[in-house]
């Protein structure tokens, strides 16, 4: 590849950096909202080698270059390597959608960590409660004062089809870093029918009983009483606390 086209690259990777990590919320897609500085300094780098590649090229001997070009120059990288433009053209053209339903669907192997606790506070009185669903997960299956029984709770999340069997989930997934180590956390709905697939909802409900709480064997499940449709949120991968219902 010719100084020209790795400077063009160079440029291009680096202005689509730039581009989704200043002007957009975009790069909320690919990685936590933490790394939005590495992004943008990744994109000032390529910007500046693209910079320097070209101020060269220009300064280089033009017979030197001109014999360059007729067919001494070993170097020439594969025309494959034009291949790296297209996620560069897709970050400023077209932005790839989001992780939803059908990641999360292909997910079960691996299920958002819960850290064991030994104790948990007390429950406000608060009713509906609003809880992430990875609270709810723990005080379902790890609170021994099972103090979740019989509380009306609130959650948000995706909707995402159970399968074959039937009904569906509440989802949420999660970056530890990026896209590429999301996990996802799911809670079973019990009662209305399946929206969409990717709706965004807060769902209000208790538990619902199977296996035993407290304890490993009970299922992360709610009896739904009301769902509301909300906008998905602008930094939807973290397990915040339920949204407003618009």
Same mark, same amino acid.
């Given at each position: ?30 990685? +936590?909202?933490? =790394? ?12 500046? =080698? ?24 070993? *170097?020439? *990288?594969? +025309? #494959? ?20 339903? &059908? ?45 979740? +029984?019989?509380?009306? #709770? ?14 569906? &989930? ?26 969409? *697939?990717?709706?965004?909802?807060? #769902? ?8 035993? =709480?407290?304890? +490993? ?16 949120? #602008?930094? *939807? ?10």
């Amino acid at each position: 590849m010719r100084r020209l086209a790795q400077t063009a690259l160079l440029a291009l990777i680096g202005a689509g950096l730039l581009h989704t990590a200043l002007f957009t919320d975009l790069y909320l897609r690919y990685v +936590k909202e933490g =790394l939005r500085p590495v992004l943008i300094a990744s994109g000032v780098v390529l910007l500046l =080698l693209g910079a320097v590649n070209a101020v060269l090229d220009l300064r280089a001997d033009p017979e030197s270059h001109e014999h360059h070009e007729h067919g001494h120059d070993h *170097a020439h *990288a594969p +025309k #494959v390597a034009w291949l790296l433009a297209l996620p560069a053209l897709s970050l400023l053209l077209y932005a790839p959608p989001a992780l939803g339903a &059908y990641t999360a669907a292909h997910s079960n192997g691996k299920p958002v960590a819960t850290t064991p606790r030994e104790r948990f506070p007390d429950l406000p009185a608060t009713s509906p409660l609003p809880l992430t669903l990875t609270g709810f997960t723990q005080r379902v299956q790890q609170d021994p004062t099972r103090a979740i +029984k019989g509380r009306q #709770v609130q959650l948000t999340g995706f909707v995402t089809p159970a399968g074959a069997g039937g009904g569906w &989930y509440l989802t949420r997934i999660i970056f530890t870093c990026c896209a590429a180590d999301s996990q996802t956390v799911k809670v079973r709905v019990h009662g209305p029918d399946a929206p969409p *697939a990717n709706t965004w909802l807060a #769902v209000t409900g208790t538990w619902h009983p199977a296996g035993r =709480l407290g304890t +490993k064997t009970a299922e992360a499940a709610l009896d739904v009483r009301e769902t509301h449709p909300i906008a998905q949120p #602008v930094n *939807a991968y973290t397990d915040d606390l339920p949204l407003t219902p618009s």
